[in-house]
C-alpha cells in the first residue's frame, strides 16, 4: 500500500474560519475562561435550566400530551382532580385514549418517591415533572384517573351490552311466539 500524507496545517487553513486571537483571549479572560457566546448560553441556561425527575420517555409523552390542553399545568391538574373533568356537558372532556396514556405515563414508585421528596421550587421543574408534582398532592390521584378512564369507557361499553341485550330480547321474542317450537314441545310432552 501507499502511505499517504495528510497535511493538516494546509487543511485547517483552507477551512477553518479566521480568529482574532486577541478578542477572543480577551473575551475568554473577562468571562472566566468561556468564550463569549457559550458565556451567554450558559448563563441563560444556568438561569432557565429545568429540573426533571421522571424519565425522558415519560417527560416527552406526558409534554405532548398536556400541550393538547393549551392552558397552564397548575389548570390542568385543579381540572383533573375536579368532578367537572369529565362531565358531559364539558368542552373539553377527556377521551379515554387520553387517560390511557395519562396513566401509561405515570410514575413508578421510585420516580414518585423522588417527586414527593422533591422540595425545590416546582416553577424551576419542567412541564411534566410539575404536572406529575402537582398531581401527587392529591394521594388518590391514580385511583381518580382510573376512575376517570372507567367514565369515560362507561357509554361505550353500555352501548355495545345495549346492542346485544337488544338481541337477545328479540331472540326470545322470537323463541315465545314461535308456532314451530310450541308443536315441537306439544308432541314432546
Known amino acids: 500500500g501507499e502511505n499517504l500524507e495528510v497535511d493538516f496545517e494546509q487543511l485547517e487553513e483552507l ?12 473575551s475568554r479572560r473577562l468571562n472566566g475562561g468561556v468564550s463569549g457566546v457559550d458565556f451567554h448560553r450558559r448563563r441563560s441556561s444556568d438561569r432557565n435550566q429545568e429540573i426533571a425527575l421522571l424519565d425522558q ?19 390542568t391538574v385543579a381540572w ?7 362531565d358531559e356537558n364539558s368542552d ?4 379515554a385514549n387520553q387517560l390511557k ?5 405515570l410514575p413508578d414508585s421510585n420516580e414518585l418517591d423522588r417527586i414527593t421528596g422533591y422540595h425545590g421550587d416546582p416553577e424551576r421543574l419542567d412541564m ?24 369515560a369507557e362507561y357509554q361505550a361499553q353500555m352501548d355495545d ?7 337477545v ?7 315465545l311466539h314461535s308456532q314451530s317450537l310450541r308443536d315441537i314441545l306439544h308432541l314432546i310432552l
Open 15 to 26: 477551512f477553518s474560519v479566521p480568529v482574532d486571537r486577541q478578542a477572543a483571549n480577551d
Open 57 to 75: 420517555r415519560k417527560c416527552l409523552s406526558l409534554s405532548i400530551l398536556l400541550r393538547q390542553f393549551r392552558q397552564p399545568v397548575e389548570h
Open 80 to 86: 383533573l382532580l375536579s368532578s367537572r373533568s369529565q
Open 92 to 95: 373539553n372532556q377527556l377521551t
Open 101 to 105: 396514556e395519562l396513566l401509561k405515563n
Open 128 to 151: 411534566a415533572s410539575k404536572f406529575v408534582y402537582l398531581l401527587a398532592q392529591n394521594k388518590h390521584f391514580a385511583s381518580h384517573l382510573e376512575m376517570l378512564l372507567t367514565r
Open 161 to 167: 351490552v345495549l346492542i346485544n341485550l337488544d338481541s
Open 169 to 175: 330480547i328479540d331472540t326470545c321474542k322470537d323463541i
